[in-house]
Each structure stands twice: as C-alpha cells, then as structure tokens.
C-alpha cells in the first residue's frame, strides 16, 4: 500500500461505540496527538427505552447510533480546530459485539423502517442481551452431535447467547413479523462503515473478520461461516441469512471504502477520507493500548473483554478450549488473535452502588421539606460519593479482616466456558459485616475472575508475561487495579490518555488511508505511552493463592447446585 504525503499534517478519526455513548477522537496520523474529542451519550438508551433487565432483554435504537455519532464527530472537528476537517485522510470504527440488527436488502435495520420503529425485534441486540441462552446451548449441542464438523472448534466448544447466530435464531423464532421482513443480519461494526460510505448492496459489504472470526463461526477451514445444512437443523430461516453474508472477511487495516458525498456534507470532510472496515472495541482498542505478543490486554469497563495475540508459528494449530474465540487477524493482520473477558465487572460495583442507594431513591421523594431540584441533586451527589468511599474502606480493612467471598457472575459467565445461566454469590456474611466489607469482596471476586482467565490461557499453553489495561475502572481506581494486580501476580501497565479505544481506531484509520503500511507501524508512532505501572505485592499475592482457591470452590459449589434452573 503506498504511503500518503502528510506534510500537511494528516489527521485521522477514530469512532468508539460503548454500550453508553460514542466517543470521536481526532488525532495527528504520524504522532497519536488527540487534536479534539467527544462524547455523546444514546438518548433513548439513557432513558431506558426499549430494554427489560428483568428479562436480560438490552436493545439499542439505529437512531441513537447516528445521532451519536454525528453529534460527537462533529464536536470533535470543531475542537480540533477550523482547519482540522480538511486534513482527516481516513476514519474507523469500533462498536461493542456481537451487537446484531436484522436488516432488508439494502442493509437497513428493520427499526429505520415505519412498521418497526419501535419493534425492540427490529433493532440491535446489544452484546450483553442474554435472551438467547436456550438458542446458544442448541447451538452448543447440535455442533457436538450432528455428524458433521464441530463449529464451535475455534470458539472455545462453547457457543454464547451474546454471540450472532444465537441472537439471530432468537429473534426470527419469536417475531414472525421481522423474521419475514429480514434479508440479512448485520454486525453494528459492519453497519456504521456502510452507513458512512453510502453502501447499500450487500454483496460489496465488507464484513469484519474480527467480528464474524469470534462470534459468527467464520473460518478458512469451513470455507466461511457454518453450512446451511448445519444451520437448517437449527432454524430453516438461518439459511437465507447465511447466503446474504458471502464467504469473505477483511482485516480492518482494509478500507471499506470511501466516505458518501451525503456524509461528506453532513460532517464537512473531504470526499476521498477512507473509511476502514469495522471491528469489535476490545480488539482495536488492544492496539491502542499497545499490546505485543504475549501480553494480556484487559478492556475494563461494565464487563472486561480480554485479548492475547501471538504469530502463527508459536500459536501453532491448536485449539484453545473455554474462550471466546481464537481468530487470524482480528487484532492484528498475520496474528492470531485470542478473547476472553468477564461478563460482569464494573457493573459488579455498579450494581452494589444501586442496591445502596434504593432506600435514599425510594424514601428521599416522600419527604416533606425539599425541592425536587433538591432531592435530585441529593440523590446525585450521594450517588457519585458511594464508591470512593467504599474504596477508601475497603483498602483500610486489613487482609485477614476480609471473610466476604464473592462469584463474579452477576451476568453469568463469559470465561472460562461461557454460561449465562449462571449467578453471582456472597458468603461469609456475619452481623460484623459492613458495606466496605461486602464491596471489598466484590472486587477481589472480579479479579478472581481476571486471573481465572489468564489461568486458561497458561494451562492451554498460550504464554503471558505481564497485563495492560484500558478502560474506564482502569483509569478511574488504583483500589481495583492494584487488587488485580496482586490476585493475578502481574504487572499491570496503564497507558496514558483518557480515549485509548478510540485512539486505536484512530490507528486503523491511518493504516487504512495509507499514511502507515502496517498497524504496527502506527502503533508506534501514535502510542501514548505508560501513565501508570502496578506491581504485585509479593505477600498479598501469595495470600491471594490460598483465598483464590476459596472462589474456585465457591464456584463448583453453585454452580453444580444451580446451573439450568436459572429463568433465562
């Protein structure tokens, strides 16, 4: 690929789709430099439109993805400068996953359309929706016996319900309506490329190979995804799905294409800005956050979403059980790319916080005396003041006052061998017990978590030497880092910068417009550095062994007691 003049200062634009808003960077191609960026929440999504938590149901309106972005890109220029628009070369995009819409023969998702506008079936599926956990052990199982190859090989052997085809097979067997109006399911990633390029024939979109390597079963040995005899067994209407999809994926250091005149307007960037094809947050954000090979990068935000990488020749052919997936180039191009990652994690503490504050949320509206302007900033000022203050008791306790032992698995479990059934827990719970207690365990169970994950990974005999991580806990508690780094016995790096996801899309998106030749090469020229190093405390490590063998029990225990009687 040739290497573009950028004397004048070329800028790039990275796009980060969270599960709560969407974050633009604009930064310098040859330095990293973030020039402006942008935040902008979904506002449907923060009103509560659309979801049961009730009923594991989490769906995301089109609208608030374009809305969005447009909004946070737009103010991202505008910080930028008056001059920075007519430099962007190229834009990427990452978005949480397996986040899937059913859409028509255009790509649209079914809820642009009048008839589906509010159809919760007609819109995307946010990743951790977990009403198909009955279609994902189908799945599971049908693969194992049904005489033909087991396609869930390359996934771990275990087939989740935040993943694409179980979320698929869930809507087309409980809506008839957008089952029938559906020509093809689209990965969000996949979608905002060909949003932004004006794409709309299906056979010229170009699907990420992050996204269908790890959650849709595509691979070089199946000659694409699962066969539609595999997936008529399944669901019949999988098979007309499958056909829309075509057989080859792209690496997203490929441009997808270039931007639409209508955005090109919308934005007011240049026509010829390459557009790169799409790919899942934790896997661009792991370049972002400078990952090699051999190290874990952890994506710690309301769940952890976890990647290893490592060249072919010392991955060699096998097959890593319990993950979520093990795909050439979904990091990287010529790596193979590991996953894993905790279902839960900040949502963990998240949801402590809210259990703490029902009764000043419920009792405070009933109390004569105080505005409602006042009760809300009561209410939020308190809110925003728990979990410092939870973490400056927590770390105050000393080791051996610490009986609270907790599972991780509020959200079911993601690895080792994902199960969503399955539930979190707390003992050791006595009159003594207080809230710095409880969430002190809490933290130490999520770091349970963690080095459960790096546990699989060294018993299967992938290699990992130290942790980086990202995200938003990341940044936001040396209490939880420092925990983590003493239950994994690793160092933990944090690199500096507060948007390195999006600066990791921003990385893809000078590969794809040809400033830089490989994504390693951008990776080193636009990297932000290390801001903070945590390292194992040697004798809180080796105390952390005996209290981690504790959890591993406690996790046996419920799940052999509970496992399948869960409502999903």
């Known amino acids: ?55 594991n149901r989490f769906r995301q309106h089109p609208l608030d993805y374009l809305e969005s972005m447009e909004g946070s890109l737009r103010a991202a220029l505008a910080e930028a400068g008056p001059s920075a628009a007519a430099k962007v070369r190229g834009i990427a995009v990452d978005t ?37 956990v009955r279609e994902a052990e189908r799945l599971t199982e049908l693969a194992r016996r049904w005489g033909g190859v087991d396609y869930t090989k390359y996934v771990g052997g275990i087939y989740s319900s935040e993943w694409f085809w179980a979320k698929a097979m869930h809507l087309l067997g409980t809506d008839s309506a957008v089952a029938e109006a559906a020509a093809t399911v689209l990965e969000h990633c996949d979608w905002i490329p060909a949003v932004l390029t004006g794409t709309s024939d299906l056979g010229r979109f170009k699907r990420s190979r992050c996204a269908a390597g790890h959650k849709a079963l595509w691979h070089t040995e199946f000659g694409g995804y ?26 997203s250091d490929t441009p997808f294409g270039a931007l639409s005149p209508e955005w090109s307007a919308r934005l007011g960037l240049p026509r010829d800005v390459a557009v790169a094809v799409g790919a899942f947050d934790a896997h661009m954000g792991a370049v972002g956050g400078g990952i090699t090979p051999n190290t874990l990068l952890k994506v710690m935000g309301t769940s952890t979403c976890d990647i290893v990488i490592a060249p072919p020749d010392e991955a060699g052919e096998r097959l890593i059980a319990g993950i979520c997936g093990q795909v050439d180039g979904s990091v990287m191009a010529k790596m193979i790319g590991y996953e894993a990652g905790q279902s839960a994690f900040g949502d963990v503490y998240a949801w402590f916080k809210e259990l703490l504050c029902w009764p000043l949320a419920t009792v405070l509206p009933e109390l004569p005396g105080f505005t409602e302007e006042m009760k809300r900033d009561l209410l939020t000022r308190a809110g925003d003041a728990i979990i410092p203050s939870l973490e400056r008791g927590a770390a105050a306790l000393p080791f051996e006052q610490s009986t609270v032992l907790a599972l991780d698995w509020l959200n079911g479990r993601r690895t080792p061998n994902a199960n969503q059934r399955l539930t979190g827990a707390i003992t050791g719970l006595g009159l003594g017990t207080d809230a710095p207690r409880i969430y002190r365990g809490l933290v130490e169970a999520t770091a349970f978590g963690s080095r459960a994950i790096v546990e699989c990974f060294r018993d299967q005999a992938v290699r990992i030497d130290r942790a980086i991580a990202v995200g938003g806990v990341a940044k936001k508690s040396r209490f939880v880092m420092q925990t983590c780094a003493d239950v994994m016995n690793l160092v933990i790096e944090v690199p500096a910068g507060e948007q390195t996801v999006a600066l990791g899309a921003a990385m893809f998106a000078a590969t794809a417009a040809g400033i830089h030749a490989r994504v390693e090469d951008a990776q080193r020229a636009m990297s932000p550095g290390i801001e903070v190093v945590y390292r194992p405390d040697p004798e809180r490590a080796y105390r952390y062994d005996h209290v981690y063998r504790d959890y591993q029990a406690l996790g046996c225990f419920v799940e052999n007691q509970t496992n399948g009687k869960v409502q999903s």
């Open 1 to 55: 690929m040739a290497t573009r003049d950028v004397s004048g200062g070329a800028c790039v634009v990275g796009i980060d789709f969270g599960t709560d808003s969407v974050r633009s960077v604009v930064a310098n191609a040859l330095t990293g430099e973030l020039l402006g960026t942008a935040v902008r929440a979904y506002p449907r999504w923060a009103d509560g439109l659309y979801c049961d938590p009730a009923e």
């Open 96 to 132: 949480t996953g397996s986040t899937p819409v059913l859409a028509d023969r255009s790509g649209r998702p079914l809820a642009l359309s009048a008839p589906f506008a509010e159809n919760p079936n007609a819109m995307f599926v946010l990743w951790k929706d977990h009403t198909a």
């Open 226 to 251: 699962p066969s539609a005899a595999f997936l008529r067994l399944l669901e019949p209407k999988l098979v007309a799905l499958r056909e829309s999809l075509g057989t080859e994926t792209f690496t």
